[in-house]
């Protein structure tokens, strides 16, 4: 069917949409357009184009159904990630929270613990001095003069008394670690070395020992002078301590770098430990020997760990009976940033 289109005669409005095809204002625009009915002009269309017209038809919409519902899957797929993710999320905030929480209430327990350790050594001592003075007294004043057994229980009592003065001297300078600390500040850890050394010339020179001194010195590290000193004396007047008896004591000191710390190492050839002790020895008073075999409360490893978790550090000992032991630690370089030199 043709459709007649009546002339117009082209207006300024009209420019706005056909200036394209060439109108000017003024000029006549019309022509002749062609309407076709769907139906019959698909009648007219061959079996075969009808077909594959239905075809394509089918296939569009089953293709475009297809990936509708990739689509939406994917949607909710996507949705359920988010969802998890951001529970779980949550959980670890609540979980850090909790971490931290906990964390803090450890931090202020052991502070007290520590707190009611010093408070209990310190003010222990006063009393326990009055009883070993008196059972001195008692010793010096009665010796010999009531019976054997009574002068073997004043022994015991004595000896009881000095032993737990000792053990409380002890606990007082365990708690002393955190409590009673300097603060850090740039240490040679040779001058920390010299410290000890000074305080165990004598047990040195009666043993024999030969100590052998990092090669290429030792580092500068941030703490407490007197603690690292205090460390390095604990771990080699052990290693003296727990010489073998077949041999004169040799101890290597060690520095090597292991970013971003300094591991050191106090290596003896004495009598070593049993793998099981690795972890009790760094308790505080225990012990693997008698006192009558080597002298001591127990104390010394414990101290020498608090020392090195005071610095940021760890300490553990590598051993096999009979073959020396290798007493090693850790400690923070200082950060290249705070470094003077
Ligand atoms: P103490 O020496 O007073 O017993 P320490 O805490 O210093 O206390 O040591 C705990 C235990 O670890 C010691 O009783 C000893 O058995 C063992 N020990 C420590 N150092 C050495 C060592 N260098 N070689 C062998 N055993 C050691």
């Known amino acids: 069917m043709f459709r007649f289109m009546a002339?117009?005669?082209?207006?300024?409005?009209?420019?706005?949409?056909?200036a394209k095809q060439g109108y000017k204002v003024g000029d006549i625009r019309g022509g002749i357009g062609v309407i076709m009915p769907a139906a019959s002009t698909l009648a007219s269309f061959s079996d075969q184009v009808s077909r594959m017209l239905l075809v394509h038809a089918v296939a569009y919409i089953a293709v475009s159904g297809l990936l509708a519902l990739l689509f939406f899957k994917t949607q909710a797929h996507i949705q359920a990630l988010s969802d998890a993710k951001h529970a779980q999320e949550a959980?670890?905030?609540?979980?850090?929270?909790?971490l931290t929480a906990a964390n803090a209430a450890l931090g202020r327990s052991n502070a007290e613990l520590e707190q009611f350790a010093y408070a209990v050594s310190h003010d222990l001592q006063e009393p326990l001095r009055m009883v070993a003075s008196y059972v001195q007294l008692l010793g010096r004043r009665y010796q010999g003069k009531l019976d054997a057994d009574a002068d073997a229980f004043i022994g015991f009592a004595a000896d009881g008394a000095k032993r737990m003065q000792r053990m409380i001297t002890d606990l007082l300078d365990y708690?002393?670690?955190?409590?009673?600390?300097?603060?850090?500040?740039?240490v040679a850890l040779s001058e920390a070395l010299d410290?000890?050394?000074?305080?165990?010339?004598?047990?040195i020179q009666e043993t024999e020992a030969k100590l052998s001194l990092p090669v290429g010195g030792m580092p500068t590290i941030l703490g407490d002078k007197s603690q690292l000193g205090r460390l390095f004396q604990n771990l080699i007047g052990n290693a003296i301590k727990y010489r073998d008896t077949g041999r004169p004591p040799e101890i290597t000191i060690a520095v090597t770098w292991k970013k971003p710390f300094w591991a050191l190492s106090i290596q003896?050839?004495?009598i070593g430990i049993e793998p099981q002790h690795f972890e009790r020895i760094f308790r505080v008073f225990q012990r693997l020997?008698?006192?009558?075999?080597?002298?001591?409360?127990?104390i010394g490893l414990a101290i020498c760990k608090k020392i090195v978790e005071r610095h940021g550090g760890r300490i553990?000992?590598?051993?096999?009976?009979?073959?020396?032991?290798?007493?090693?630690?850790?400690?923070?370089?200082?950060?290249?940033?705070?470094?003077?030199?």
């Open 7 to 18: 002339p117009l005669r082209v207006g300024e409005p009209c420019m706005l949409c056909h």
């Open 91 to 98: 959980l670890v905030q609540k979980r850090t929270q909790e």
């Open 175 to 186: 708690s002393r670690v955190q409590s009673k600390s300097d603060p850090f500040q740039p």
């Open 195 to 203: 410290l000890a050394l000074g305080n165990l010339d004598l047990i």
């Open 268 to 270: 003896d050839n004495g």
């Open 289 to 298: 020997h008698g006192r009558d075999k080597y002298e001591g409360s127990g």
């Open 316 to 341: 553990w000992v590598e051993s096999q009976p009979g073959q020396g032991a290798c007493f090693c630690f850790t400690l923070p370089a200082i950060p290249e940033a705070e470094r003077s030199d």
